[in-house]
């Protein structure tokens, strides 16, 4: 049976598909990851490009990344959510964002990259309270 999976930004204006299974799903921690996302890591996707299709309003923004490969990543247009990228290392590949998949359910991180680049802030302590959802608090409290 083939894989196929949907996806959205958060406005839901840019929706993609892709059909097949992924070849990898990948915790990176460089830096581009990292000033892409906001956060300390992305995790991504990646699929064979041939499966992949998308509609709506994607933009892209390119640049050289630190191995020397030009990155080409996808985001919305609207409201910005990276989608995907892609990389002349792997030409015939695309890596989706996977927070952005409308069904990840048996998709599991494979392998951790740029580990030497993790940020200490990036994970949390014994100690950190952690909530099911958005607690009813403000700051002061």
């Known amino acids: 049976m083939t ?16 059909i097949g299974a992924p070849v990898i799903v990948a915790q990176c921690h460089c830096e581009e990851c990292r000033r892409l996302s906001g956060t300390g890591h992305t995790i991504g996707a990646m699929f ?25 990543k996808g985001f919305c247009g609207l409201c910005g959510s990276p989608l995907f990228g892609t990389n002349t290392r792997t030409p015939e590949y695309i890596t989706l964002s996977l927070g952005t998949l409308d069904d990840a359910a048996g998709l599991e991180v494979q ?13 949390l302590g014994a100690d950190v309270a952690t909530f099911e959802t958005q607690p009813d608090w403000t700051p002061q409290d």
């Open 3 to 18: 894989q196929k999976y949907a996806g959205k930004c958060l406005c839901g204006a840019t929706q993609y598909e892709v």
């Open 48 to 72: 064979s490009k041939s499966g992949f299709s998308a509609s709506g309003p994607a933009k892209e923004f390119t640049y050289q990344s630190s191995k020397d490969s030009t990155v080409t």
């Open 111 to 123: 392998v951790v990259i740029f580990e030497g680049r993790k940020q200490h802030w990036d994970q």
